[in-house]
């Protein structure tokens, strides 16, 4: 849930498989200031794009978005490429294993363990189960 006319604190998103959704950064209303503590980090999805000013203080770092989306700005380590059909295993029925290019970019890892509680490899696919 957005809350408005508050400024944005420790906001970590890392690590996410995001098939088909994008990421909408917004500072387009009154209080829309992200504080430097921000973190948007090795995700795996179809976009990362600013609703308003861009701002430096959130780190857009090593995500992967999909074929024909452009990296946000200051945004670094952007990899792009395919769908969701083709970066995850078989995501129209829930298994979202990397897959594709997501395999063949792989990124340093920001979280020590994955979602099934297993360590991280010093570098990892970007989304949630690598």
């Known amino acids: ?3 408005t006319n508050e400024t944005h604190s420790h906001v970590v998103v890392a690590h996410n498989s995001l ?5 909408s950064l917004r500072t387009d209303y009154a209080g829309g200031i992200f504080e430097p503590y921000c973190l948007v980090a090795n995700n795996a999805l179809r976009y990362v794009v600013w609703t308003g000013t861009a701002s430096s203080a959130v780190a857009i770092k090593d995500n992967h978005i999909y074929a024909g989306e452009s990296a946000p700005t200051y945004a670094s380590g952007t990899s792009a490429g395919g769908s969701a059909e083709s970066l995850f295993v078989d995501p129209a029925n ?6 594709g290019a997501l395999l063949t970019n792989l990124k340093s890892s920001r979280l020590i363990y994955n979602r099934l509680h297993r360590s991280r490899a010093t570098l990892s696919c970007t989304g ?3």
């Open 1 to 3: 849930m957005l809350r």
């Open 19 to 23: 098939a088909n959704q994008g990421l």
């Open 94 to 99: 829930g298994d979202f294993t990397p897959a």
């Open 128 to 130: 949630a189960q690598s």
